[in-house]
């Protein structure tokens, strides 16, 4: 067992026994088990009352070397041993053996309603029998009424959808209706921002780790407005400056538009310093640009406070661009903007095979329906807000920790091994979650130095949930 750090208190908050983690790794699941003395309990994971069917398949073995065989070798995996997950149930997945996870990270921050949500699975289920694909040069009743009601939850004039694959389709097309719109070519983006793998977002992607060495035009990437490093600290408007300068002295003056997440999924959880995106909105318009939101991981209620995460920052954008939550796991992204700019796209064809297929959208539909109906914005702002709340009180108790962030079920936790100097505990971060793992609780990882927690739970979360996984995290750290 790593020795690295001295909690600030001895005692956990919670009470457990002392069984090493490998005998735990062996149990089909982490429940509460009596020590010798009766007095010391584990982590206790909430009761579920979902038993998936016994799973008859490959092992985990023989997929993985399958995988090493014939899958990309770029394709990396968390954890020492794979996970092998074969069933979900809303918040909870499980492997191969039965054993039952909570799941903290949500595919990513994709599954919203939660895994398998059986009123999205029926409307796949149902829509899949009918009819699963035909062209958009035909009518489709599902996409039609998505578009409605995307149309409904977008602010201003933002009332026309075009539907795509992912959201790197989603932002490339963004992109290009900047540039087409406006007649521009230069975009500006925010270091440490992701926005997808093609040519136009790898470029407007800002960290090392998935940017390839190939002509990338037109990009520049403005200081991260981020509070935790950022040199301006929570000033907004201050950091705002530097989009004004590059427009000065990096361009004709005149731009196509910027992009930005409201909070930095992939980066690690940052989120921007307040009062950023009315400035750089202004700087932006005043030099001919359109400004695009991409919510592919901040939307979809996530944030909790608001549907869209720019909304906390009291800006209308003129695009906004979405995936992931959109569909609880279907491959579904869309661009919203105004009927004016999509009007762009129509001196052309434009074609995308599947986009708007009628079994994404009819998932979607139903998407939409069920973050309404059972109020997940809602849960996802008081749980959300709990989650938070009991991981600063961690903080305060645990060295490492050096900061806790986000909002709603986007949440991030850095660790760091000199709280002042902030250098990144990449060791550390690793062996925590390996651990969490074990324990029976998955969180994802990010940031350039793999030293963030990501925190992006289906948003059917509980409060006993959050209970479990901040109780997971102080019994290991306090054994650290
Ligand atoms: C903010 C953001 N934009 C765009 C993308 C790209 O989406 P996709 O992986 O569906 O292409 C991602 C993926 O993680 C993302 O987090």
């Known amino acids: 067992m790593m020795k690295i750090f001295a909690s600030r208190t001895s005692t956990p908050l919670f009470k457990f026994n002392l069984r090493s983690f490998t005998k735990l790794a062996q149990e089909s699941e982490a429940a509460a088990v009596r020590s010798e003395n009766d007095e010391e309990f584990l982590p206790q994971m909430p009761p579920f009352a979902y038993t998936p069917p016994p799973y008859d398949g490959p092992s985990a073995a023989e997929i993985l070397e399958k995988r090493q ?129 093609a040519a136009a977002t790898m470029s407007a992607t800002g960290q090392r780790s998935f940017k390839y060495n190939v002509v990338q035009t037109g990009i520049h990437h403005a200081l991260n407005p981020e509070p935790y490093r950022g040199i301006f600290g929570s000033d907004g408007p201050k950091y705002a400056e530097d989009v004004e300068e590059i427009i000065t002295y990096g361009t004709c003056g005149h731009i196509a538009g910027f992009i930005a997440e409201a909070i930095q999924g992939v980066g690690g959880i940052y989120e921007l310093a307040p009062g950023y995106l009315p400035a750089v909105y202004s700087s932006v318009r005043k030099a001919g640009g359109i400004c695009i939101a991409d919510e592919v991981q901040s939307g979809f209620a996530r944030t909790g406070s608001h549907f869209w995460g720019f909304e906390a920052q009291g800006v209308v954008p003129d695009i906004i661009t979405m995936a992931k939550g959109i569909g609880n796991g279907l491959p579904l992204g869309a661009v919203v903007t105004t009927s004016e700019i999509a009007k762009v796209l129509t001196s052309h064809g434009y074609l995308n095979t599947f986009g708007g297929n009628p079994v994404s959208t009819a998932g979607g539909l139903a998407v939409l329906k069920v973050i309404e109906n059972e109020k997940l914005q809602q849960n996802a702002l008081t749980i959300g807000t709990y989650l938070k709340n009991q991981l600063l009180a961690l903080k305060e108790k645990h060295e490492i920790i050096g900061d806790v962030r986000g909002r709603g079920f986007l949440l991030g936790m850095e660790l760091v091994t000199d709280p002042e100097l902030k250098t990144p505990a990449t060791l550390e971060t690793l062996h925590v979650m390996e651990q969490m793992k074990d324990m029976g609780v998955l969180v994802g990882k990010g940031g350039l130095n793999g030293n963030i927690f990501r925190i992006s739970p289906p948003l059917c979360f509980t409060r006993e949930d959050a209970d479990f996984l901040v109780a997971t995290m102080d019994y290991i750290m306090s054994k650290m």
């Open 69 to 197: 065989r014939h899958l990309s070798p770029c394709m990396s995996y968390f954890y020492k041993n794979p996970l092998y997950l074969v069933d979900g149930k809303m918040q909870y997945l499980f492997d191969e053996s039965g054993r039952r996870y909570l799941d903290a990270f949500g595919g990513i921050a994709t599954v919203s309603c939660g895994h398998c949500h059986p009123e999205v699975v029926e409307a796949i289920f149902n829509q899949t029998k009918r009819l699963q694909h035909t062209t958009a040069l035909y009518l489709n009743r599902a996409s039609a009424e998505f578009a409605d009601a995307l149309a409904s939850k977008s602010p201003g004039d933002l009332n026309v959808v075009f539907f795509t694959n992912s959201g790197t389709e989603a932002n490339e097309l963004a992109l290009m209706i900047a540039r087409l719109y406006t007649g521009f070519h230069d975009i500006i983006s925010l270091r440490n921002g992701y926005h997808g793998n």
